[in-house]
């Protein structure tokens, strides 16, 4: 099951909410508010969150987009689920190296690596 | 307003290949953030800037501009950010000024800190130095100056 919104790609994969982003650029401040609040509203919605955010085909991020991904770490974790953040290209892994949140996420080479491991039925 | 110590830049762009130099004043419109964004890019790789370069410059101004709507104007719609640059084939000098009342950049808290790794705002400044290779405030802080040099970072 697929579904669409303007910003962002959700896929459910056996209970692990899969989002991929539609642009490729990351920065624009009403974007980010716009993929914050629908993650949220996603993570609030289950019990468990499970979410993994593939960055694949994503070219540029800002520390705004930096603000969003902490914060649904804090809520998912809250909610006794787990965020993991996957396919990042170099020059973005640069930037999580930089603000030392490499530290704070768990980070997988790729979506299936990711998956492994992260439960659901 | 500190904008009296950015004159004499402008005798360079008579060699129109070899220099750019522009001012732009933008409000909180994100088309035309990026509008300036793409113009830049365009301008450092007809210089022949690497990828990674082109990467660190725009990370950077969009920091800064960001900080320059958010904590300077403190997002006041009628306030605008002034944006200057000027790029040779050697480095690439920006000037933003917000029209804020400036603040102490050496009293931002370090957000790489381990207490102060989940706090989700405070790293545009230290991403802005990390990848500029020269980036510092004139007071009272509300213009920052950065530089980003092809050489020696």
Known sequence: MSTETSRIRVTDLSGVMRVEFVDKDILDEAAIRQISTELVKRVEAAASPRMLISFRGVEHLSSAALGTLITINSLTKKRGGQLRLSDIKPSIMEVFTITKLNKLFQIFDTSVKALEGFGGK | ?153
Do not use: C
């Not at chain 2, 830049?9 to 070899?18: C, L």
């Open chain 2, 1 to 153: 307003m500190a904008e009296n110590d950015i004159g004499g830049a402008g005798q360079m762009t008579s060699e129109p290949q070899s220099a750019f130099e522009g001012t732009v004043r933008l409000h909180e419109k994100n088309q035309e953030i990026e509008g300036v964004q793409v113009s830049i890019a365009e301008i450092l790789d007809r210089l022949h800037y690497s990828e990674a370069a082109i990467f660190a410059v725009r990370l950077s101004l969009e920091e800064a501009m960001m900080n320059g709507f958010r904590h300077g104007n403190l997002q006041d719609p009628t306030k605008f950010v002034e944006v200057r640059w000027l790029i040779d084939s050697n480095s690439a000098n920006f000037h933003v000024i917000d029209e804020g009342d400036g603040f102490d950049p050496e009293g931002v808290p370090d957000p790489t800190l381990d207490e102060n790794l989940e706090i989700p705002s405070g790293r545009g400044l230290m991403l802005i130095r990390a990848y500029m290779s020269d980036a510092r405030y004139h007071a009272p802080g509300n213009h920052l100056e950065m530089t980003f040099r092809k050489v020696a970072k």
